[in-house]
């Protein structure tokens, strides 16, 4: 299967942004990608206050939503794009979004990790994710048979979420990110990218926003932890071939998931 990442910086316009990701899901498609993931907070820039963000996702989410699902199927492809939702309280919910190749919405994401850390204040705009039982707050879809765990930026700093996913079946782990840029925000972005492909012999696909207000870096990786494509710091798409029969290769290699002695219980 050839799967995509998009990096671009999204505006404070909706409408701007939602041009550059019609035309990202169109470049996608016509290369034979059957998924593109985007980056968080795809739809209005995260850096939008508190009352501009609960705006748009009262005013804008659901069109924006329905213009993309009506491109995914279109273009016969599955997209992963952050945008922000009304959660019924002043802070709005920051949510991945899968729109499947039939024009459906197969599943949604909310963030779990809030990004309050190196003087950022995430929490101040949108809401923690209630935790379900059974972490179905973790959402994994299937598409043509590999699993595709969704995961957003600031998560990638807590492993045991990408445990949970692999433990419902992930294959591919997607981190869409709008990872800020800082003192060495680019070695812990791609450090940590690694060491989850690694740790859980998965794939990996992480698309971020560009330099300057991120760190770029979007890429692909293979569940070695090898980079198979990638965007450096321009607005872009990479696209590659990932397949089960390497993945499978790979985890009879190193099965350290079959070695596992410690679990993550159910909530």
Known sequence: MKVSVSQFKSTPQVRDNLATVLGHIGAAAQEGARVIAFPEASMVAFESTRDELRAHAEQSSAGFIQAVAAAAKEHRIDVFIGVYEPSGEERSSNVFVHANRDGQIGGRYEKVHLYDAFSFQESAKNRHAPLKPNHDEVYVADIDGIKFGILNCYDLRFPEIARIAVDKGADVLVYGAG?????????????????????????VLAPCQPPPESVGLSMILDANGLTLAGVARTEGIAIASIDLEHLGEVREMLPCLAHRRYRIAAA
Do not use: P, Q, V
């Open 179 to 203: 990872w800020i840029a800082g003192s060495l925000k680019e070695l812990h972005w791609e450090s940590l990218l690694r060491a989850r492909a690694i740790e859980n012999t998965c794939f």
